[in-house]
């Protein structure tokens, strides 16, 4: 039977610097599918009248980079329930005429988390203890979920901004409320390492072109794993200083593993097919870092 062609792709403002199509397009050719995935330059103010004109325009959906993942909650038919708690839409798919919206944000995290811990859990196992989460932006949304969802004992938020902290401790703990939620100010991020099983920066701090993250690591334990959610540079200070920690290095995770994971599972809401991260893949969207 021959296969229906099917389009797709990413809109965002400013656009142009997504790994997006490089991803999606390796897998269009991979399973030997009829379709594309393009960049949609869209501005905020044009944003409902994008969305209407999807399904017109042909596309199986589409995913949402900034500034639009918060901005598209309010404007499509139906949100999933995993994407309502996050509180923030990256994947939109086109069916019967309605718009659905999804967040595979999270799905990326924890599959980046298991591909370097096979088996990770926050609940139970050697990686279960507090967490702590510098950051509270839209990454930080959906790391916390994950955790959330995992029945993470305690989550500690720490956020420049105390009261984007607080505001998404006191959210997210009143629907996971099997974990210990605490905001802390930034000033206090150095102690809020003790005892955490893991780190996690979702903060832009480290990224190529940003601040560094100043960071002591000394009060963590040399078990915890340590996260960033930044891909450029695939190896951020952070990353670099836990790998290389005097005394004992800890198991690190950068954020290509969350990049290609939450592609995998939007891919298969439109293509029909999950596909894999492969090596090629991975020096395919390496190449373009
Ligand atoms: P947001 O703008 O939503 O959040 C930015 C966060 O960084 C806020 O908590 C902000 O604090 C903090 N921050 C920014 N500048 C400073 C500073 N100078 N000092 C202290 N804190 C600071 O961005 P996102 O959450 O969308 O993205 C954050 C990072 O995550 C980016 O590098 C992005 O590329 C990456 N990312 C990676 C993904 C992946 O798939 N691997 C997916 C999504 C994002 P405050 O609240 O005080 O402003």
Redesign the pocket.
């Known amino acids: 039977m021959e296969s229906t062609y099917t389009l797709a792709g990413v809109m965002g403002w400013p656009v142009r610097h997504s790994r997006s199509p490089v991803i999606h397009g390796h897998w269009i050719r991979e399973h030997g599918l009829k379709g594309d995935y393009v960049l949609l330059p869209v501005q905020p103010s044009h944003l409902h009248e994008a969305l209407r004109g999807l399904q017109a325009l042909g596309f199986a959906g589409c995913n949402l980079t ?1 500034p639009h993942k918060v901005a598209a909650l309010s404007m499509v038919d139906r949100v999933d329930p995993l994407a309502a708690r996050i509180g923030a839409i990256n994947t939109l798919v086109v069916k019967d005429g309605q718009l659905l919206g999804f967040n595979t ?1 999270a799905e ?1 995290y924890v599959q980046s988390l298991r591909e370097a811990q096979p088996g990770w859990r926050a609940d139970t196992g050697p990686h279960a203890g507090p967490v702590a989460v510098l ?8 790391v916390l979920a994950v955790l959330g969802e995992q029945g993470a004992p305690e989550i500690r938020i720490c ?3 105390l009261d ?1 902290a607080q505001a998404l401790a006191a959210e997210f703990g009143a629907h996971y409320r099997g974990t210990r939620w605490l905001a802390l100010p ?1 000033d206090q991020r150095d102690a809020a390492l003790e005892g955490c099983s893991q780190l996690v920066n ?4 480290g ?1 190529t072109g ?2 560094a993250l100043t960071l002591r690591l000394d009060a963590l334990p040399r078990t915890a794993l340590v996260c960033d ?4 540079p695939l190896e951020t200070p952070l990353l670099a200083a836990a790998r290389t920690r005097p005394g004992g290095q800890h198991v690190t995770v950068n ?2 593993g ?2 290609l994971y ?1 592609a995998r599972a939007a891919f298969q809401h439109w293509f029909g097919v999950l596909p894999e991260v492969t090596p090629a893949l991975r020096r395919a969207v390496e190449a373009t870092l």
């Open positions: 900034i944000d990326g950051g509270a932006g839209g990454a930080a949304r959906a956020n420049r901004s984007k930034w979702t903060t832009s701090l990224m940003q601040d959610v930044i891909y450029t954020g290509l969350m990049l939450q």
